[in-house]
């Protein structure tokens, strides 16, 4: 149960199956974000398996094996949680929260099992609710939109001088246009 009232949890879902590349999407998508947790990997009795789980985008294969000559640092991430369970294992994971960015707010679930076997992952979401409501932006006539740029540069020229942009915060003739 969620203690913080700014936060909607959602029921636990649970995808997966043969090896292969899964997503599902957060059950709400218009609020401020979304996030995530993994609840629990469950794997069957073919053999150890794999799952990558990453709340930005599809995640690739890890190479368990120490052959391949992919590594990972700096420039090469792997953006998400890799979870690897021995054969017929339920692994408890209860992770804590983990911001979904991906635009359509959807987590991808890479899962790579031994032959002949499936793997499950159970996630949990919950969205940060909306407490602003925009309102309809202002908008003018075309015959005001000279009067509406002036406004705008007024406004950006004020905002420069507050902060002390050079150039901006000197009310001469060099640094800024003359007002008709």
């Given at each position: 149960?969620?203690?913080?009232p700014?936060?909607?949890?959602?029921?636990?879902?649970?995808?997966?199956?043969?090896?292969?590349?899964?997503?599902?999407?957060?059950?709400?998508?218009?609020?401020?974000?979304?996030?995530?947790?993994?609840?629990?990997?469950v794997?069957?009795d073919?053999?150890?398996?794999?799952?990558?789980?990453?709340?930005?985008?599809?995640?690739?294969?890890?190479?368990?094996?120490?052959?391949?000559?992919?590594t990972?640092?700096?420039?090469?991430?792997?953006?998400?949680?890799?979870?690897?369970?021995?054969?017929?294992?339920?692994?408890?994971?209860?992770?804590?929260?983990?911001?979904?960015?991906?635009?359509?707010?959807?987590?991808?679930?890479?899962?790579?099992?031994?032959?002949?076997?499936?793997?499950?992952?159970?996630?949990?979401?919950?969205?940060?609710?909306?407490?602003?409501?925009?309102?309809?932006?202002?908008?003018?006539?075309?015959?005001?939109?000279?009067?509406?740029?002036?406004?705008?540069?007024?406004?950006?020229?004020?905002?420069?001088?507050?902060?002390?942009?050079?150039?901006?915060?000197?009310?001469?003739?060099?640094?800024?246009?003359?007002?008709?």
């Amino acid at each position: 149960m969620c203690s913080d009232p700014t936060y909607e949890e959602k029921p636990a879902l649970t995808i997966g199956g043969p090896s292969g590349d899964y997503f599902v999407t957060c059950p709400t998508t218009s609020c401020k974000w979304a996030e995530y947790a993994i609840d629990s990997v469950v794997n069957g009795d073919g053999g150890t398996g794999a799952v990558v789980v990453s709340g930005n985008s599809k995640p690739s294969a890890l190479d368990y094996t120490g052959l391949a000559q992919n590594t990972f640092s700096d420039d090469a991430l792997i953006k998400g949680v890799p979870i690897r369970v021995p054969a017929t294992v339920t692994q408890v994971i209860n992770s804590s929260w983990e911001r979904i960015t991906n635009s359509q707010k959807r987590v991808f679930v890479r899962i790579d099992a031994a032959a002949s076997t499936s793997m499950f992952v159970t996630i949990r979401f919950r969205i940060k609710v909306l407490d602003i409501i925009p309102g309809p932006t202002q908008t003018g006539h075309a015959d005001a939109m000279q009067e509406m740029n002036e406004a705008r540069a007024e406004m950006t020229m004020k905002r420069l001088q507050t902060m002390g942009i050079p150039g901006y915060a000197q009310n001469d003739s060099k640094s800024m246009p003359a007002k008709e």
